[in-house]
């Protein structure tokens, strides 16, 4: 369809991929790790070497969110799906009310409701419609999601629970870059492949006295079932002593820690400044053409970190998108395959730059109007 098309050469993003997830890896990242040469790749995770770069992982991130000195970074392999589980067998005491909007929110209500000896509650809306939770009376666990990645809806507040009651956020494509108070939450949780511009595979949750008291209470009753690979136990005393509890991958370690320091230099308030800045340009240019519009309609529930934008029917995306990848400038931009809408997912996380974000717009603009 757009086989005579070329591509003007000022409208060519620096970096091609524009993907949520995995995310944009910076080069010298990559040419950093290279560098330790035999220092740190194939050593033990329970040496040194790899225990000083988790340590590092776990003071940034504590810097970066301005978190309360009683709260701990724990770190674990598996990447954060593995959390909706761990989270059901080893923090729900009875009952968890989940807030859902989407695919990945859904997915971990599912979870929770696997669990027999657990009442799960769904408070649902439709995909693309915004939803922020609140406290509910014999729920002694609160689910939410900050940044529903599969339709760009975000969390406008957070609910306000009690004493007695755990707030859970999965901040999966949204944390270091959507708004949220951390000290808000009991149990702010997150993989290394969105914002945070690593590989998959790991998870981190931040986590209240109140969230370490209540894993430490579950884990005293023997007769509730818990694998030994979702224990919290293990999985806290090891990030206590700035390890993981089985063998990580030390490349994703090593390049989140640069992503982390890197994004300390300029803060999380000005991140998020220049990330309303990327929001701004995208959801105006879908305003801007009559052949496109904001798939989230609500404006308060609109990500600042994955943008997705719906299509005139008269073009295909699907042939724009393929298109782009064979001349390798644009990749990434599918929507989720299982909304099934004629729709660009354009991420926003922090390592794509506003430049690259304009000159996309304007080559899709002219790519859509050709055929128009």
């Not at 978190?67 to 761990?86: E, I």
């Not at 406008?156 to 629970?161: A, C, K, N």
């Not at 798939?295 to 073009?315: G, H, M």
Request: charged share 25%.
């Amino acid at each position: 369809m757009f086989d005579s098309f070329e591509i003007p050469k000022e409208l060519i993003p620096a970096d091609p991929r524009f993907g949520s997830g995995p995310s944009l890896v910076p080069t010298e990242f990559l040419e950093k790790l290279a560098k330790t040469g035999h220092e740190f790749m194939g050593t033990s995770h329970r040496k040194a070497g790899v225990k000083n770069v988790v340590k590092e992982i776990q003071e940034g991130l504590k810097k970066y969110f301005n978190v309360p000195s009683d709260y701990l970074v724990v770190l674990g392999n598996g990447g954060a799906t593995l959390l909706f589980d761990m989270i059901a067998l080893g923090l729900v005491e009875k009952k968890a009310t989940h807030y859902t909007c989407g695919e990945f929110s859904e997915k971990w209500y599912k979870s929770t409701k696997l669990v027999p000896w657990l009442a799960a509650e769904n408070v649902s809306v439709p995909f693309g419609k915004g939803i922020n939770g609140k406290a509910v009376a014999g729920s002694d666990l609160i689910a939410v999601t900050l940044n529903e990645t599969s339709t760009g809806v975000q969390l406008s507040e957070l609910p306000i629970v009690d004493a007695n009651t755990l707030l859970a956020v999965d901040a999966t494509s949204g944390a270091g870059q959507c708004p949220c108070d951390v000290s808000k939450t009991d149990v702010f949780f997150f993989a290394p492949q969105k914002v945070f511009a690593s590989d998959g595979g790991l998870w981190i949750a931040i986590m209240s006295p109140k969230a370490l008291a209540r894993a430490a209470k579950i884990a005293g009753d023997k007769s509730r079932y818990i694998p030994e690979i979702m224990s919290w136990t293990h999985a806290i005393s090891n990030s206590e002593q700035n390890q993981t509890y089985n063998t990580p991958a030390l490349a994703t370690l090593f390049i989140m820690n640069e992503q982390v320091k890197r994004m300390n230099e300029q803060g999380y308030a000005e991140i998020q400044k220049l990330s309303q800045k990327k929001a701004d340009l995208l959801y105006s240019w879908a305003e801007s053409k009559p052949y496109l519009s904001c798939y989230i309609e609500e404006k308060q529930f609109r990500s600042i970190a994955v943008a997705t934008i719906d299509v005139d029917a008269k073009v295909n995306v699907d042939d724009v998108i393929k298109f782009l990848e064979k001349k390798k400038a644009v990749y990434g931009i599918d929507g989720y395959r299982k909304l099934g809408r004629n729709q660009f997912r354009i991420s926003m996380f922090h390592n794509i730059s506003y430049s690259d974000l304009d000159k996309l717009t304007k080559l899709l603009s002219m790519m859509i109007e050709s055929k128009l």
